[in-house]
């Protein structure tokens, strides 16, 4: 299958830094790449879709000041976090779709943990 | 009602066991439909990905679908520790842009 990295895989940053996440498909072009937060035993809760060279859209309830998301290429989206509280410290999941075989493929990177202190 | 529901478990079985991790969706126009694999701390990882009714099977996993009862099954044979995980069920949305998954089900095969 296809190779979706993300970078950091961990980050302690103090509240009220900002924080960037990477997301990367490493042997495919993807338009569209999608972001998700997981707290511990709870299931994936996407926050946005970001379509390469337009704006992402945002779910119900995610603010988008807050978390800014670019996709300026086919293989990189980012998601920064601004302004961190304590309350954001979460496992945050990229996601890019691959549409190469004609088939909508989805695979995800290995997750990023955020601790704001 | 959720488009995709699935029992949250935990589910516990000893080693070698078949197991059966099951998922119901609402919408009859969904086609396409996933099972993803998640251990602590990492991202999903797809599994097996089918396209209407019927069977597919991928070594010790079959996955199932039954359009007529909305219902999507994975079975895994001889069951290892190493399939202790969470297994999320996936459908593509009806635009085709987006997967809606359902809650996932913690597994533990114990040795």
């Known amino acids: 299958g296809a190779v979706v990295s993300q970078h950091p895989s961990w980050v302690i940053c103090k509240s009220g830094t900002s924080v960037k996440i990477e997301c990367r498909s490493l042997d495919f072009q993807a338009t569209t790449m999608f972001w998700y937060r997981q707290f511990p035993k709870q299931s994936l809760m996407l926050m946005a879709t970001s379509n390469e060279g337009s704006k992402a859209t945002y779910e119900q309830g995610v603010e988008k000041d807050k978390f800014l998301i670019n996709h300026a290429s086919l293989t990189l989206s980012t998601l920064t976090v601004t302004s961190a509280h304590p309350e954001d410290s979460s496992f945050y999941i990229c996601?890019?779709?691959?549409?190469?075989?004609?088939?909508?493929?989805?695979?995800f990177g290995p997750g990023t943990r955020l601790t704001v202190t | 009602q959720k488009e995709v529901e699935q029992d949250p478990g935990p589910l516990s079985v000893p080693e070698g066991a078949i197991v059966s991790l099951n998922c119901t969706y609402s919408n009859s126009a969904f086609q396409y439909f996933m099972w993803y694999r998640q251990y602590s701390r990492k991202g999903p990882e797809l599994l097996m990905y089918?396209?209407?009714?019927g069977n597919k099977e991928d070594g010790r996993f079959t996955a199932q679908v039954d359009k007529s009862s909305k219902y999507i099954s994975l079975f895994i044979r001889d069951s290892q520790p190493s399939d202790s995980a969470t297994y999320l069920c996936a459908t593509i949305n009806n635009a085709g842009n987006m997967l809606t998954f359902g809650g996932g089900t913690r597994l533990m095969v114990k040795p």
């Open positions: 089918t396209y209407s009714s």
């Open positions: 996601s890019a779709v691959d549409r190469g075989n004609g088939i909508y493929e989805q695979y």
